[in-house]
């Protein structure tokens, strides 16, 4: 077994290396981190208009302010979610490059204003409509801040900037210096535009949703997809790589967008479409953190006979609770050690496919793509979601998960129990 768990890091340790070093991935994944906090507070806000009470649905009808007081925080968050992931791609990618990162902001929202498809109204003539930025736009986003800043990277490496003398300010300097590179932004996207008006597509944003953005979401809400992705992600984990922040630069923005048309559904009153979202990957999949360690950090606090696991469970209880798992994963450890591997994926596994079931089944509701903060505690987190349902299917994870993890925690458990005796 050993010479098999070493064999296979070394195949798959490079690969995840290079995935986590990637500069494209890295981008996406601080332009998510940058967005969360918003979007965390624009749900808190639209909690405020589906609480389940007749009375209160009531009185919100009658009072439309008091209505419009709670929407519009949700609609100025998740309806524009696309400006705020590109402003920290283009961030991310200009600090990289060391190119200046405010001209690189500019350049992705001209590259993504370009491409929005533009509506004519009576009163106010052609506007962009802010759904253009939800969650619908945001491969677009993403595209279009990566492509622009390239450019301008390129135009700077290639000296193809206006020149200014030393006795000219910076500011100055910097803000000539971005003349090039942004008429070549502005020709090149302008350009793009054009073309896609001459094609059925009618413009690059119905092109991007029909041929990439919805056979990827279609995919990435599958239960083998979902599958697939949840067991490397353990598999990495099990060789000392984040495997959660390498699954998560490139799942993100499928299981977001998924989450927002769930999110659009619950705000409209209609039913939610996608069982898989972010929300099902971060609640319910990863009660306590991957691999669903919570109930292995229960059993070291309650089960462990050993000095070294009853330690290791007051160390690593509180963290769990609150979804953080690496006391657990590096304390147990978990990570290169061959006993436990099999449980950490068996159970990354198996609540990903005990949640899809009960939510398919009808068990349990559809999972809102409320964004909430990932910390929140198992139980709290199930009842926000899906109400109560969602709450007892935690617990039956954590009851499952300990039943996977119990014959495993026994093995490891006496091993340091006859360690200790012979110390002694």
Known sequence: MSKFTDTLGEKIAPIAAKMQSNRYLSAIKEGFFGSTPL???????????SLPFDWYSAFLADNPAVMDFFYIPYQMTFNVMTIFVIVGIARSLSNYYKVDS?????????????LTPLYRTDDFGKVLPITNFAAQGLFVGIICSICSVELYRFCVQKNL???????VPSAVTTAFAAVIPALLVI???NTVRLIFTLTSFETFQNFIFTVLQQPLQSLGGSLPATLLVLLMEAVIWCFGIHGSSIVSSVMNPIWYALSAQNVDALAAGLAMPNIVNYNF?????????????LSLALLCLFRAKSERYKALGKLGIGASVFNINEPILFGFPIVLNPTMMIPFVLSNLTVGLLTYVSVW???????NGVNLPYTIPAVISGAILCGWRGAVLQIVEIVVTGLIYYPFFKVCDQQALEEESAAE
Do not use: E
């Open 39 to 49: 979007l965390i507070a624009g749900s808190i806000f639209l909690l405020f208009t």
């Open 102 to 114: 405010k001209i690189a902001i500019c350049l992705s929202f001209v590259a993504l204003f370009l």
């Open 161 to 167: 900037t206006i020149k200014m003398p030393d006795s």
């Open 187 to 189: 020709l090149i996207f």
């Open 281 to 293: 990957i971060a609640f319910f999949v990863k009660v306590g953190g991957c691999g669903a360690t």
């Open 361 to 367: 089944s009808g068990l349990v509701p559809f999972i």
